[in-house]
Every structure is written in C-alpha cells, then in structure tokens.
C-alpha cells in the first residue's frame, strides 16, 4: 500500500451514516430561470442535478463491486448506509428534476438521459478496471463532499433558487459528508494504490467539469437563450466571489494530493449538527 492515512478513532466515530428518504414540497411556483433570475446559474445548477442520478447510479456499483472483500464490520456497515444515502440521492434528484421541467419547461431530464447514455457509452469503450472505476468515485466523494461542506458554510449562495433545490441539496450535501469516506476506506482496503487515486482524480476532475460545462451551455442552446452580462457578473462572483464555491474548495481539494490525506482529517460535524437543527423535518426522515 501507499501511505498509511489512518483517522483518529474519535474522528472515525463523528457521523452516523442513516438513509433519509426525504419529502420535498412539490407544491411551490418557480420563475424560468428560477436561481435569481440568473440563466447561466439556473442552468449550471440543472446540469448539476441531472448528473446525479446516472452518477450515483455508478457510484454504487463501484462500492458494490469490492463489498465482498470487506471484512471490517464497520465498514461494511458504513456501506450499506452509504448504499442507501446514495439511493435515496439518486431517487430524489430524479425526482425534483421531474418537477423542475413541468414547471419551467428546461430539459433537465434530457440532459439526464444524456449524461447516463454517456456513462454507459464509456464503460463498454473505455476497458476501465473495477479499481479505476472505484477510485473514481472516491474522487468524486472528495469533490462533492467539500462542495457540500462550502454550501453548508455559505448558504447565502444557495439562497437565490426555489425551496424544493436549497433543500434537495442542503440534504445531499450533508450525506455526501457523512460517508465521506466510506469509498476511500473500501480502496485503501480492497486496492490500497494512491498513486492511481492521484492520477484518477486529475482526469476525474477534467471530465467532471468539462460535462459539467457541456450540460450548461447545452441546455441553453436548447433554449436559444443567450446569457446577459448580469448572468455572467452573477456567476463570477458565485465561483470566484468572497464566498465563491471555486475560491472556497481550492484548499481542500488540493489536500486530496497530500502523501497522509484522509477524508476524515476534517470535522465537519458542527455542519452537520446546524442543518440537523435548522431542518428538523428533513433531519428526521431516517429510514
């Protein structure tokens, strides 16, 4: 093995993994482009969303593939409440994508036969191991957890959308870090190559955002909407502002590269206990 990142006990027993079968208000009136007006951002974020499903999909095949070779009880514990909060992910987001185009008429759910064709097309072609595919959701788990500790912190830059999305991803973000490392455990223990997550993570991210970007501007050329400077001043300074997501993540993505990194090295619990008391209904929703 490469490295030997293990967390401190106290830290591996912060977060209980629960699957939360939440229940959204499907019962809310949403502009067009409903984050703030904002077109470019509306559609980043309806990309974001149609991602998820197929992707969360993938992710845990990639965990299901090792999860005879677990041994540790822990762990297999942890993976079957990262199965479920994954599920539930891939559910709902599916779910509010549904809604999200009957009330505006974005195309959301064509970008997510998109981005799931795509996935498919690429496992036939790409003769990917089930290592490769595994580390690439650890990676994924990085980036989508210390996105989710960034609106977790900054809620403000989620305050523009309608309550149905704050709420969808409020939730998700909190799961993703709550079993923030139940991938990275399975590889070290199954694979145990940093080497290859480092290398993963560098075409992982690449690919990430370049379909990220693809999805965006898709959807807008299908909306032959063209963005105002407005639109374009608005998502700057969500990526780049004083409280931008890209200018937030930077550290903590980069930390992924370190010789003793572990997800666990950061304690996000505090997070995590907010949200549990600022949305007691969604909190609840353990299955």
């Known amino acids: 093995m490469d490295g030997n990142s293990t967390p401190s006990q106290a830290t591996q027993e912060m977060s209980k993994i629960l699957p939360r079968n939440v229940q959204f208000d499907f019962d809310i009136e949403m502009e067009k482009y409903w984050y703030g007006g904002n077109a470019l951002m509306t559609a980043w974020m309806c990309a974001l969303s149609s991602m998820f499903p197929p992707g969360e999909k993938e992710f845990i095949r990639s965990i299901r593939a090792f999860e005879n070779q677990v041994t540790d009880p822990a762990l297999q514990r942890d993976i079957k409440g990262f199965i479920g909060q994954e599920g539930f992910h891939q559910l709902n987001h599916k779910r ?3 809604y999200v185009e009957e009330k505006t008429g974005l195309k959301i759910t064509a970008m997510e036969q998109q981005v799931s064709n795509n996935i498919r097309d690429m496992l036939k072609a790409g003769g990917f191991s089930d290592a490769q595919l595994l580390a690439s959701t650890v990676c994924m ?3 989508t957890a210390i996105m989710g500790e960034w609106m977790l912190s900054n809620q403000e830059m989620v305050q523009p959308a309608p309550a149905i999305f704050r709420d969808l991803i409020l ?3 909190v799961e993703e870090l709550e079993h923030k490392s139940v991938a990275f455990d399975v ?3 199954c694979v145990g190559d940093k080497k290859m997550l480092r290398r993963v993570m560098v075409a992982t991210t690449f690919g990430f955002c370049l379909s990220l970007l693809r999805m965006q501007l898709k959807l807008l050329w299908w909306e032959r909407k063209m ?3 407005k639109d374009l001043w608005g998502t700057c300074t969500f990526n780049f502002g004083k409280h931008g997501v890209i200018r937030h993540v930077f550290k903590p993505y980069f930390a992924f590269f370190k010789k003793d990194f572990h997800p666990n090295n950061t304690d996000e619990s505090a997070l995590i206990a ?3 008391n600022d949305y007691p209904e969604l909190a609840g929703s353990q299955q």
């Open 96 to 98: 509010v994508n549904i």
């Open 141 to 143: 788990e990085h980036i």
């Open 171 to 173: 939730w998700h973000g």
């Open 187 to 189: 590889f070290m223990q």
């Open 227 to 229: 963005p105002s400077l």
């Open 274 to 276: 907010d949200w549990e």
